[in-house]
């Protein structure tokens, strides 16, 4: 069982459609992050927040548009995407203290765009 | 350009015997090494981890080791049991404007044969 929980599972949609993907997680982590996953190739970091606060974002395209309404919530809207946008998206959650904090990985929304 | 390596694809080893899993990295700004473990269609799940000034760290059947000099951490996983056969990712963590960012090698599939 996952503690960071994302909806949906899977996702297929075409490219003028509107979707977000949706991350919660309720272990007080106050640190949340978005990767992409291409097959067969590691996690690549799209955003981070910190404190609701986007702190990082990796020159995403803005066909992206990332949110954290809360501090248990993180979303990812999606709008006009490309066919080479089909990925795995992993939402990640950590605690923000001094020192190592393991990031937590749900276990993603497999986006397919047709 | 690939700030985390993992050149070996895949490993297989018997039921029982020491898995050793390896990875280099080229930025000397990381401070922190981490093990994850992914099993298919599900997300990353934290293993292990090590500071960039220590050179081991033991958990049980786990143990991290890091030389700096040479950029190289490995993973030793001993003795090695069927339930662990999975695609383990090295990662590295920088901090960068206060948030942690993750950087993954391409990942190591393991198989142990019972």
């Known amino acids: 069982d996952t503690e960071v929980t994302q909806t949906p599972k899977h996702l297929v949609m075409g490219m003028t459609n509107k979707k977000s993907l949706k991350c919660e997680q309720h272990m007080g982590h106050r640190a949340m992050y978005w990767y992409k996953q291409k097959a067969k190739k590691p996690p690549e970091l799209m955003f981070v927040y910190s404190y609701e606060k986007l702190s990082i974002n990796e020159s995403v395209p803005s066909r992206f548009s990332p949110e954290c309404p809360n501090s248990s919530l993180l979303n990812l809207h999606l709008h006009a995407l490309q066919p080479e946008d089909s990925a795995l998206y992993l939402c990640?959650?950590?605690?923000?203290?001094?020192?190592?904090?393991?990031?937590?990985f749900g276990d993603g929304t497999r986006l397919s765009i047709l | 350009d690939q700030q985390v390596k993992q050149n070996s694809p895949s490993l297989s080893v018997q039921e029982g015997r020491i898995s050793i899993l390896n990875c280099d990295y080229t930025?000397?700004?990381?401070?922190?090494f981490l093990w994850y473990k992914k099993y298919p269609a599900e997300g990353p799940t934290f293993l292990i981890s090590i500071s960039s000034i220590k050179d081991k760290n033991e958990d049980g059947r786990f143990t991290v080791f890091l030389n700096k000099s040479a950029k190289h951490l490995s993973l030793h996983i001993v003795p090695s049991q069927p339930g662990d056969s999975a695609v383990y990712f090295c990662a590295a963590s920088e901090t960068q404007g206060g948030s942690e960012k993750l950087v993954f090698g391409k990942g190591t599939k393991l198989t142990v044969n019972p």
């Open positions: 990640a959650s950590s605690q923000v203290r001094q020192g190592l904090q393991p990031q937590h």
């Open positions: 930025n000397s700004m990381f401070d922190y």
